[in-house]
């Protein structure tokens, strides 16, 4: 009859122990590592799932995209810049008596009504081809201070006056580079007409319009601000650009018309004393 030694069952049992748990630790690494394996699989393939989306589709949706390092972001790629659209519209009407020619044939002197909508010489010159260039103001957007530059072109057209630009420049002071080379979409078009005022004879209105629409890729550090803000900020700029120029004409076009009528009433007067 074999007989064991009390301490070698001991030992036995003790490194038949430590085999077992060693083996549980073995598959627990095993199993561990598999779990990463798998979990990084699946989560390779939500995030190219997620990042399927075609360029152009991106680019098209590039505003409604959240802003990188937001809280809105979620895992998605980077996006540089953040496409935003400023715009304002104004309308004005002024009712006045025709004076002795009529307001249509005023509105056919383009320049008379760009000094009254720019009464500012020093900032309104002529460039040729019914192209006015006008140097506004400086305006500042959040932090960074610019002098916009616009060519405007003024003309007659279907009995009204007519203005459009698709030209800005911003002349910027002090900023980085990103600002130098920014791409911007731009357009400024109005109308203005003379209609009649009811049925009262000989009293007429000024009917005008216009429209300012600027949108443009902002760069960092702006692309993380919200939308809301961005374009709060334009749209005050857009409204006390356009302010500025209701002011003027409402201020001084009646006057102008009077005085353009005088003038030409005047000049009538001494051609005709010197044909008698």
């Keep these: 009859m074999a007989i064991t030694c009390p301490a070698r069952l001991s030992f036995c049992r003790t490194e038949t122990l430590s085999n077992a748990v ?17 979990s990084s699989v699946r989560g390779a393939a939500l995030f190219a799932s ?45 009712p006045f008596a025709e ?48 002098t916009p530059i616009c060519d405007i072109m003024v003309y007659n057209e279907d009995d009204a006056l007519r203005i459009f630009s698709d030209k800005l420049h911003l002349d910027f ?19 203005l007409r003379v209609n009649k005022q009811g049925s009262k004879v000989g009293r007429v209105k000024f009917d005008g319009t216009v429209s300012l629409v600027l949108g443009t890729d902002l760069p960092m550090p702006f692309s993380f601000l ?32 009077h005085s353009w009528c005088r003038v030409k009433s005047e000049g009538e007067m001494v051609t005709a004393k010197r044909s008698k």
């Design 99 to 146: 004076g002795t020619s009529p307001a249509l044939e005023y509105l056919k002197e383009p320049e008379r009504v760009v000094r009254v909508t720019f009464p500012d010489s020093a900032r309104i010159n002529y460039i040729g081809d019914s192209v006015w260039r006008s140097r506004l103001k400086p305006i500042t957007f959040i932090s960074v201070t610019a």
């Design 22 to 38: 060693c083996s549980q630790k073995q598959r627990s690494r095993v199993c561990s590592k598999s779990i990463c394996i798998n």
């Design 173 to 191: 002071t002090g900023v980085p580079d990103q600002f130098k080379n920014l791409y911007i979409d731009f357009q400024l078009k109005g109308s």
């Design 50 to 94: 997620k990042n399927s989306v075609s360029t152009a589709k991106l680019k098209v949706k590039r505003s409604s995209c959240p802003a990188y390092g937001s809280r809105q972001s979620y895992g998605m790629p980077v996006i540089q810049n953040q496409m935003v659209k400023f715009q304002s519209n104004r309308t004005v009407s002024l």
């Design 226 to 257: 919200p939308e809301a803000l961005l374009t709060g900020a334009g749209d005050s700029i857009l409204n006390t650009i356009l302010g500025a120029m209701e002011s003027a004409l409402v201020k001084g076009i009646i006057d102008d018309y």
